[in-house]
């Protein structure tokens, strides 16, 4: 007798594709006991109807696990649970007793408690997404990037691939960074001179735990990317915010004493606001006048498509004095957690080493999956791509925010892919963000960007980088009539 079809289910959150599904399905119900050895399962058919998928989908699956041992086949009388599946543990699990710990004392340093704000898991879901730092998979190529992997995955790189770098990465990345991806922004660096990191958010991460101490002072853009107010504010150094204005931040607003400045000069995160040149020559020399390092943030600069980006700051630097920041989270995909570091070989040196004891490095895999990616010319195609997208998006965004009479406070002059907007002053942009979930708009709340303890509630961000361009007048219409139905309400 089969086990009861009612007993399987698919996960309605699960990920991957059906065939997966029904494989992990399978395979835990094994692993945890509920289906024993011999077992016979359900028929292709019967199984496939009550999923409500197709039969092959099933078959498929069953044949995955009967390769993997999990499954046999006893000719046409179906599928068992293979004698040679794994078995579940033969402990007992016992009760959890109380937790007698008292961690509040246990604990020697907090890292709860910051600023950074949970993003909705299900945002796919919302018809009309405005958020940010989220990619469209529309726009990319997924079959060239599959089919770098599995040349990733080949003979010839199975070494390149299984190797532990150690405290290094692979010399094929990081020769196509050197050689390609920096000369556009300007920057002649060495190998020595370039890190691999997971995302800028850990590059930025690494500048604070190499460059600050308790003593030490840093100055932030305010507003600013609250991970990275985090970060510093976890490092448990001195802390100056600097505010921005049009041209970003201002050189002569730095305090004296200022060991370290941060700052975002191609898209100021969030506002948009691009550094003039003039304005990056002198943070230079207030950096110099203060013997201070500046870490430049360019975690957006692929996204210049209405005129060539302005040089990096890094590319004006001629004393090492800048410690460069770069991402493919925008550019590829945010799930990828790949970025890089660019400076001087003392400060890569020490970088490296703190990386090393911490990850040892990024995957070897994924490394070069991506150099792949790059040095085939897929990347240029996908930038070109997602640059075409996003400005037609940009455009229809513009016109419908006119629409709706809607203010923007920040627009990326040479691209980006988002609107730094503010609400009329009694509207806290909290409220607004939830009351618009209900009916399918996802917007991002500004408050979290400023590090005052009573930021301004009415600013918000919408991105264009997730969201098709025939939703979004309708999208930005609810943001009006929300905005609208609150002031004359009075829910503020």
């Known amino acids: 007798m089969a086990a009861p079809v009612e007993t399987f289910f698919l996960d309605q ?4 594709t059906l065939q997966a599904q029904i494989q992990q399905m399978i395979a835990e119900a094994i692993l945890s006991g509920r289906l024993p050895r011999g077992e016979k399962l359900p ?5 496939a109807a009550h999923l409500g998928v197709s039969r092959i989908t099933v078959t498929l699956a069953y044949t995955e696990l009967q390769a993997n041992d999990y499954l046999s086949s006893k000719g046409r009388s179906g599928f068992y649970v293979s004698e040679n599946a794994p078995e579940p543990p033969s402990f007992k699990l016992r009760t959890r007793g109380e937790d007698k710990v008292d961690w509040g004392r246990a604990i020697g340093t907090n890292f709860t408690g910051g600023s950074t704000p949970t993003k909705p898991l299900d945002w796919r879901r919302m018809k009309y997404p405005f ?5 469209d998979p529309t726009l990319f190529d997924h079959n060239s990037w599959r089919l770098c992997a599995l040349r990733a995955l080949g003979q010839k ?9 150690y405290d290094q990465d692979d010399p094929q990345l990081i020769e196509f960074i050197a050689r390609h991806i920096l000369p556009r922004r300007g920057i002649l660096a060495r190998p020595e001179e370039i890190l691999i990191t997971l995302g800028a958010q ?13 003593r030490r002072t840093a100055a932030i853009e305010d507003p600013c990317y609250y991970s990275l107010r985090d970060i510093l504010t976890q490092s448990r150094c001195h802390l100056v915010k600097i505010p921005v204005d049009r041209g970003g931040l201002a050189p002569e607003a730095v305090p004296d004493g200022t060991d370290v400045i941060y700052t975002t000069p191609s898209h100021q995160s969030p506002t948009t606001a691009t550094m003039p040149l003039e304005r990056r020559k002198a943070l230079l020399k ?23 980006p302005s040089p990096a700051l890094k590319s004006l630097d001629r004393e090492g004095r800048v410690i460069y920041v770069g991402s493919f989270s925008k550019s590829l995909f945010p799930g990828l957690r790949l970025g890089y570091l660019v400076g001087s070989e003392p400060f890569i040196r020490e970088a490296r080493a703190l990386r090393s004891v911490v990850l040892r490095h990024p995957p070897g895999l994924i490394q070069r999956t991506v150099s792949h990616f790059l ?9 070109r791509r997602i640059g075409a997208a996003y400005h037609e998006r940009r455009d229809v965004m513009n016109e419908a925010i006119e629409d709706s009479k809607l203010t923007i406070a920040g627009r990326g002059v040479f691209g980006g892919s988002a609107f730094w907007m503010r609400a009329p002053g009694d509207i806290d942009t909290r409220v607004l963000a939830d009351r618009l979930m209900t009916k399918e708009v996802v917007i991002e709340p500004g408050a979290p960007f400023f590090g005052s303890p009573t930021p301004p509630r009415n600013y918000y961000r919408i991105a264009y980088s997730s969201i098709p361009a025939a939703r979004i007048p309708k999208g930005i219409s609810l943001i009006g009539e929300e ?3 609150m002031r004359q309400s009075g829910a503020k």
Do not use: C, K
Not at 43 to 47: A, D, K, P, V
């Open 13 to 16: 959150d699960a990920q991957g």
């Open 43 to 47: 028929s292709t058919r019967r199984l």
């Open 131 to 135: 958020i940010y730092g989220q990619a």
């Open 157 to 165: 790189d199975h070494p390149a691939m299984m190797r532990d770098y």
């Open 202 to 214: 850990n590059a930025l991460w690494l500048t604070a735990q190499v460059l600050l101490t308790q």
């Open 286 to 308: 207030r950096a110099r006048e203060l013997e201070a390092v500046v870490v430049e943030d360019d975690y957006d600069f692929e996204m210049s498509f209405l005129n060539p």
């Open 375 to 383: 040095s085939l010319g897929h990347y240029d195609a996908l930038i």
């Open 483 to 485: 905005i609208a139905a």
